[in-house]
């Protein structure tokens, strides 16, 4: 049966037809979907969200140490946090074939880097297959558990933005049941104190040759022929974009492993034609590897070298010319920068946060980094996962000991990614007698990525009911004497929890409990917080045009510069009541209910 799929969900129905029998991962765009449309064979195997990459890394390695088919997945950055396990884990080999999933995103469309994670292969010394559409994502991904079974070693699986989220039409195979290996005690293989690891690493060389010859035969690595005046190493979605510019005026040399490289089939390759190319996005590793053999081949000098490798600026690079676009007015086009959702619990902290003087807001990753732009301007730094915390001990450190200052931190960051890794950086503000203000916007899911499940939502991800952690005696646990916990929507409960913070001499943590205004409540949301939205609307007769509503920067709400008057979009207002707080003539009222 063929079907229409996204590369994320190929992957999924490949793990499915693989055998595979656990699977473990922390959501991130543009990786998320892979586990939640995995979860959706739960009858033949167990699919769990971790609190971070690098706890679902270690759980899919247990899994395959227990003999298990397992794979982890997450976004390029994640593989940062897990790169810990992996690099020792390339060292031991797998029991149960065992694959890690990379989804890369060159263009930084929602992330904060834009790492090209090709190179965790080389430095770990593991093999990498990158699959170029649907098919192939679900096919290799298939191959890439026979490849790690057959030579003992984790295999890495790179996936960028546009083969995640493209469609493309997939042939669908029946499940293949490979079982469980008997589990064995192997302390040589998995304890791996320095008189072993010496011995792995020597295996760990031996498999790479061998890895090699295998990198010269797999059907994963195709040549395609056509006119021989150009010749074009590819790999991944950049084949796809060299065959719209290029198409049958140039052959292939498509590759779907590519480390090791297959160097004997680039030379056969070259000598057939009378240039040589290679296209990859991002970084130039096939380059480099290509030219350290001698091979002459032309790649980033004139290729672009971040970014995405479209067929446009592909075609703008070797031709100097992109096609023709549909002309527009740039006069009628509105500028929609992001901003937080009309009802966003954490529309009042932010509101009251920025008001503050003399503070110094560490923020972290999540939708409430848009707390950083106007009209807010309550956030002046974002690193990456769970770093708000840690960095803003630091920073008071420095304020404490080395400034005349009066100046406070104040770290702020959501509450999946206080159970990331924002644990360990509070665990750090307590031991080390620190005295920031760390505020936890807690929202009842993980809200950025599409409202995954977490320790704290009282779910699973296939929707087992499992206890619900709880962020105030958590955080009480881990040192911190002074917690609060408000509702965000109530400016003067967040203006006097931050009066009190910013008062004290010790670490203090503040928890926003209000859930995502997009999410569906669960049964225990309904129960603590009821059936809450409602619309708001301006009278325009009492409206005086001081336009102090529209500083809360919600969507719902506009002004009319003609009339000097406020109104409010019902389509959008969910009756947060922020705007209500601010109005100094009590011009706005609940006037009805959101359907």
């Not at 590369?7 to 037809?17: D, K, P, S, T, V």
């Not at 293989?189 to 040759?209: D, F, N």
């Not at 999540?366 to 002046?380: R, V």
């Not at 009480?476 to 004290?504: F, H, M, S, Y």
Request: proline content about 5%.
């Amino acid at each position: 049966m063929k079907t229409l799929m996204t590369g994320n969900e190929a992957i999924a129905r490949g793990a499915y037809e693989a055998g595979v029998t656990y699977a473990c991962a922390y959501p991130g765009t543009p990786s998320t979907e892979i586990l939640e449309n995995t979860a959706r064979y739960k009858e033949d195997l167990l699919a769990e969200w971790a609190p971070n990459e690098k706890v679902a890394l270690e759980s899919a390695i247990g899994a395959s140490i227990a003999g298990a088919r397992s794979f982890a997945a997450m976004k390029h950055v994640g593989v940062n946090v897990a790169a810990d396990p992996l690099f020792s884990f390339a060292y031991t080999g797998v029991t149960g074939g065992m694959v890690l999933i990379t989804a890369d995103e060159p263009g930084q469309h929602s992330s904060q880097n834009e790492q090209d994670n090709r190179n965790y292969a080389w430095f770990a010394k593991i093999p990498l297959v990158e699959p170029s559409n649907s098919q192939e994502s679900k096919d290799f991904f298939k191959e890439a558990f026979t490849i790690s079974e057959t030579f003992n070693t984790p295999v890495l699986f790179r996936i960028t933005t546009r083969v995640c989220h493209s469609k493309s039409v997939v042939e669908l195979q029946e499940r293949v049941e490979v079982g469980v290996h008997a589990y064995e005690k192997n302390i040589k293989k998995y304890i791996t104190v320095p008189a072993h690891s010496r011995v792995l690493r020597e295996e760990l060389e031996e498999r790479l040759g061998q890895l090699a010859k295998y990198a010269e035969t797999t059907p994963l690595n195709q040549v395609e022929w056509h006119d021989k005046k150009i010749g074009i190493v590819v790999s991944g979605m950049s084949y796809h974009y060299a065959k719209e510019v290029y198409g049958d005026t140039a052959s292939y040399l498509k590759l779907g492993f590519t480390h090791p490289m297959p160097m004997n089939m680039i030379k056969d390759f070259a000598k057939e034609v009378d240039t040589l190319y290679v296209i990859e996005e991002n970084d130039p590793l096939m380059e480099r590897a290509i030219k350290a053999e001698g091979i002459s081949i032309i790649g980033k000098e004139l290729f672009p070298i971040y970014g995405e490798m479209t067929s446009d600026r592909l075609r703008e690079a070797a031709f100097g010319k992109t096609n023709p676009l549909v002309e527009f007015d740039q006069e009628k086009v509105v500028p929609r920068p992001p901003t937080l959702c009309a009802g966003c619990p954490h529309r009042g902290l932010f509101y009251e946060l920025g008001k503050k003087k003399n503070v110094m807001i560490t923020g972290d990753i999540g939708c409430y980094t848009l707390g950083f732009a106007q009209p807010y301007n309550a956030m002046d730094t974002t690193i990456c996962m769970g770093a708000s915390v840690s960095m803003g001990h630091g920073a008071q450190q420095v304020f404490n000991r080395y400034t005349d200052s009066e100046k406070k931190v104040v770290s702020v960051l959501g509450d999946s990614t206080f159970f990331h890794t924002g644990i360990n950086s509070l665990l750090t503000v307590s031991y080390n007698r620190s005295n920031t203000v760390t505020i936890i916007l807690d929202n009842r899911i993980t809200g950025m990525t599409g409202h995954q499940q977490n320790p704290g939502t009282g779910y699973t991800l296939q929707g087992m009911p499992t206890k619900i952690v709880e962020i105030e005696p958590l955080v009480r646990a881990c040192g911190i004497d002074r917690v609060r916990t408000i509702d965000p929507n109530r400016l003067d409960q967040v203006k006097e929890a931050l009066d009190w913070a910013l008062e004290l001499d010790e670490p203090s943590v503040i928890i926003t409990r209000w859930p995502c205004v997009l999410m569906k409540l669960s049964d225990h949301d309904v129960e603590e917080f009821g059936d809450y939205k409602h619309i708001c609307q301006v009278e325009t007769d009492t409206c005086i045009g001081c336009k102090k509503c529209t500083k809360t920067g919600c969507p719902a709400i506009s002004f009319d510069r003609e009339l000097k008057k406020s109104s409010i979009d019902p389509m959008q207002c969910v009756g947060c009541e922020v705007c209500m707080q601010v109005c100094p003539v009590g011009a706005i009222k609940v006037k009805g209910v959101q359907s």
